[in-house]
């Protein structure tokens, strides 16, 4: 097991463009959890799976955002034209249902210019 | 809705103690997490309170009262390594709301 992975680690686009993130969690967890963070604060919740059912999804969220866990295996955070408020680190987590403790991945930074 | 309330910034000498103050306010609650994020880096869980009372572990205790509100995060022996920002989470039926963490700087 290593633990909860994210690709890219960095990623620079122009503002306009489509961007993808993919997130691998730790293999038996059926919970995956996508969150946003900008400097000096908190993670901001994004939405989170259980197994291939996405539950919830934050209503902050705009329509230029969706995200999949086709198999209950990695999930993929799509942001469509994107705006340079979009630049932040997104962060992906797992966690079993049994034990509701994250496990988070180094995260992905995105540079929208 | 959800409203998490942490100091923002906390100095402390190295090996002295220091208690890191959390209070909520939420429309649901399963549990209160506290994490370590160090600059740059991913949050890393320290301790998990769903029963009001104290959890200890090592170095960092954390306590809680459900009836308040209220957590807190107490750190002993502090060392120079334990200079990060400090995350107070609450969960509710999967989802965990974050606070805006608490930046603490340890001197030497």
Partial sequence: DTGVSQDPRHKITKRGQNVTFRCDPISEHNRLYWYRQTLGQGPEFLTYFQNEAQLEKSRLLSDRFSAERPKGSFSTLEIQRTEQGDSAMYLCASSLVSNPQQYFGPGTRLTVT | ??????????????????????????????????????????????SYNVLDGLEEKGRFSSFLSRSKGYSYLLLKELQMKDSASYLCAVTNAGKSTFGDGTTLTVKP
């Fill in chain 2, 1 to 46: 809705g959800q409203n998490i309330d942490q100091p923002t910034e906390m100095t402390a000498t190295e090996g002295a103690i220091v208690q890191i103050n959390c209070t909520y306010q939420t429309s649901g609650f399963n549990g209160l997490f506290w994490y370590q994020q160090h600059a740059g880096e991913a949050p890393t869980f320290l």
